[in-house]
Nanobody
Framework: QVQLVESGGGLAQPGGSLRLSCIAS????????MSWTRQAPGKGLEWVSA????????YYADFVKGRFTISRDNANNTLYLQMNSLKPEDTALYYC??????????????????WGQGTQVTVSS
């Protein structure tokens, strides 16, 4: 069965960095776009970034452009999110997700069919 397991969250100071990972199993990882979405305390889900199946295209929400970088290692079925210049408003539970259709990318949460359990990122001094 499809499994997505995030890790790498934790406490960072404003201006600091964290690198999130998402290990995928149960499907052909290299055929599917992947995304990161977050949920801040008391708020709704917020799409962050997406990457095409072969890594050739990437998309970012405006509020993370220039600070976050999405990447993937298809040989090791792993998705990454490098987060730099972190701000307190980046505090959230971060989820990775798999798009439903192969060789298709979307910025819409409704087009992603499997989600991980999330990893908590807290940015505070």
């Amino acid at each position: 069965q499809v499994q997505l397991v995030e890790s790498g969250g934790g406490l960072a100071q404003p201006g600091g960095s964290l690198r999130l990972s998402c290990i995928a199993s149960g499907f052909t990882f290299s055929n599917y776009a992947m995304s990161w979405t977050r949920q801040a305390p008391g708020k709704g889900l917020e799409w962050v970034s997406a990457i095409y199946s072969d890594g050739s295209d990437t998309y970012y929400a405006d509020f993370v452009k220039g600070r976050f970088t999405i990447s993937r290692d298809n040989a090791n079925n792993t998705l990454y999110l490098q987060m730099n210049s972190l701000k307190p408003e980046d505090t959230a539970l971060y989820y990775c997700a798999k798009v439903a259709k192969p060789h298709h990318i979307s910025t819409h949460r409704s087009e992603y069919d499997y989600w991980g359990q999330g990893t908590q990122v807290t940015v505070s001094s």
